[in-house]
């Protein structure tokens, strides 16, 4: 079955005014709908000014002068689809006038102009899948930073945007609240999601495709067996997963290529295969 | 106070008189202690309001929070003092000599009158921030029929120095962490604030940035918002509101005619 092009890059290039060097240098893909994309690469690669640019704040809110074409698509409804955008910093997400954590997930349904029972009704659904619902009452700058994360993304998820994008959603929480976050954003299925992180192993384990980035430029658009296969080979600047490196070390290929596996699923598959 | 908030009722108001003073009249106050303080351009009459402004502070249990957003003023209060006390215009008659310094009293009398002024914006806002939630003030400016941003814009200000407290604090720690002294002598405790300082205004800017980002995204301009219902009682909320009013007309036609 052919899968549908939601989001389209056509060799786009941003440069940020009194810049030197491009911040994106001629980036092309096309993402399809309710896909899940990986961002990584390292410091000033171009990741941020990525996800800032498919969210609509460049050029709109921060300036700088683009080259080449973004196209995100209509979905079914014929509306322009809506975009959320989870920073890396939890505190710069939120509105500041929320005494309590069930006011600042409210914050933009009461924008969007909801009667009171939906609102009330979809912020406690969004607290319970995040487990916020014991926090509700609580100060939003008196919760942990993992806590603080957590929000910061359930006042994303409360609207339903069609778009998710998360630029690095889980610099403050520990290994199990990462798992935790990077489960729960595989289960979404009504979003195109991007996710911007370093955690390697959980983003070959979530994402569908991965895309690096290095001083601007996309080095690769693919799927994370292939993306990371070819990162080793060309000893690009960047972590491995441990998976991979397992297989590697044991010389287990996956079937029919000469790629190591990058998730666990398929390297139990691959030791299995062997077995027989 | 609160009757009814569905998203609020964890919120904890002291028991003090205040609490059943409207946020309306505590913005005509602050207008009044400020016009007052600008139209009666004498440091006993700066005193005096202070003062009356420190007692109202106390009887509703907040000097202590105020004294600390004072604290945090000193700094720029301390730099007014130097430079006016050095540079005034108007400075005629040396006071006192530190060095190679030579203070004057004009400069100064005046940097203490704008000193003054700062400590009765300060002391007359604590008043309105720590007696009311930020989200009351909110609701209350909405339902007047401010349009929202400027309620965002006005509050922002309001809040922004115990935010830029709360943020030096964590700064603080994270140096107190890496090894930097932040207690002992006065001078110990000086040179420990100097560090912070270009990582403070970097946080308060690059959040203030982020944040307006994240409030477009998050429809803070939409013309759908519905001013949330909620509702609140207050006592001699119209009898102040016109004696407050009064009192400020008087001040502004003070400036007029006198």
């Given amino acids: 079955m052919a899968v549908e092009t939601f989001i389209t890059l ?14 994106l ?14 961002v990584i690469g390292n410091s000033d690669a171009g990741k941020t000014t990525f996800c800032q640019l498919l969210a609509g704040i460049i050029p709109e809110m921060i300036h700088a002068r683009i080259e080449g074409q973004l196209q995100i698509d209509r979905n079914d409804t014929k509306q322009k689809p809506s975009i959320g955008y989870v920073f890396q910093d ?17 914050f933009g349904l009461v924008n969007a ?49 069609d778009i998710l994008i998360l630029d690095n959603p889980t610099s403050q929480m520990d290994p199990r609240g990462k798992a935790w976050l990077f489960e729960h954003l595989a289960a979404l299925k009504k979003q195109t999601i991007f996710l911007v992180s ?56 996956m079937a029919g290529t000469y790629r190591y596996p990058v998730t666990l699923g398929r390297l139990k598959r691959v030791m299995h295969d062997d077995d027989d | 106070m609160l009757k009814k908030a569905p998203f609020s009722a964890g919120l904890v108001h002291k028991s003090s008189w205040t609490r059943h003073i409207d946020p309306g009249s505590k913005f005509l106050l602050m207008a009044d202690t400020i016009a007052a303080s600008m139209v009666f351009s004498s440091l006993s ?42 540079f005034y215009a108007q400075n005629q008659t040396p006071i006192f000599t530190i060095g190679w310094l030579t ?3 004009e400069g100064l009398q005046h940097a203490a009158l704008l000193a003054g002024r700062i400590l009765i914006i300060t002391l007359s806002a604590c008043l309105l921030m720590f007696t009311m939630t930020i989200g009351e003030n909110t609701i209350y400016l909405e339902k007047l029929g401010l349009p929202f941003r400027y309620v965002y814009a006005l509050m922002s200000v309001c809040y922004i120095l115990p935010q830029m407290h709360a943020n030096m604090r964590r700064i603080q720690l994270a140096q107190q962490a890496r090894g930097v002294v932040g207690s002992g002598r006065l001078r110990q405790r000086f040179r420990a604030i ?3 300082l270009i990582p403070l205004i970097v946080m308060t800017l690059t959040r203030t940035i982020n944040r307006s980002i994240a409030l477009r995204l998050r429809g803070f301009e939409s013309k759908q918002r519905q001013t949330p219902n909620w509702q609140y009682t207050y006592i001699f909320a119209r009898g102040l509101h016109y004696l407050l009013f009064l009192g400020l007309l008087a001040l502004l036609g003070g400036v007029v005619w006198l």
């Avoid at chain 1, 240098?25 to 899940?36: E, I, N």
């Fill in chain 2, 194 to 196: 100097l560090p912070t």
């Fill in chain 1, 25 to 38: 240098d001629w980036v092309s893909m096309s993402v399809p709908q309710f896909a899940k994309v990986g």
């Fill in chain 1, 10 to 23: 056509d060799r786009v290039s941003v440069k940020y005014p009194n810049a030197q060097d491009l911040a």
């Fill in chain 2, 103 to 105: 203070f004057y009293q």
């Fill in chain 1, 113 to 161: 102009g909801l009667s009171e029972s939906e609102i009330d009704q979809r912020v406690k659904r969004i607290a319970q899948e995040l487990e916020l619902t014991s926090i509700l009452q609580q100060s939003p700058t008196e919760i942990s930073g993992g806590q603080q994360q957590r929000l910061a993304l359930a006042t994303v998820l409360v609207v339903e945007p």
């Fill in chain 1, 198 to 253: 370093d955690e390697i192993d959980l983003l070959c384990e979530f994402a569908d495709y991965l895309c690096v980035f290095a001083q601007g430029k996309l080095l690769a658009f693919d799927i994370p067996a292939r993306v990371i296969n070819q990162a080793d080979q060309n000893h690009w600047p960047m972590a491995l997963p441990a998976v991979y490196q397992f297989a590697k070390a044991l010389s287990k290929t």
């Fill in chain 2, 45 to 86: 009459v700066n005193l005096g309001l202070i003062l009356c402004l420190l007692m109202l502070n106390f009887s509703a249990h907040i000097l202590h929070k105020s004294l600390v957003v004072l604290a945090f003023s000193l700094f720029l209060i301390s730099t007014m003092l130097l430079i006016q006390g050095l």
């Fill in chain 1, 90 to 106: 939890p505190e710069s997400q939120l509105s500041g006038l929320a005494e309590t954590v069930a006011d600042e997930i409210a």
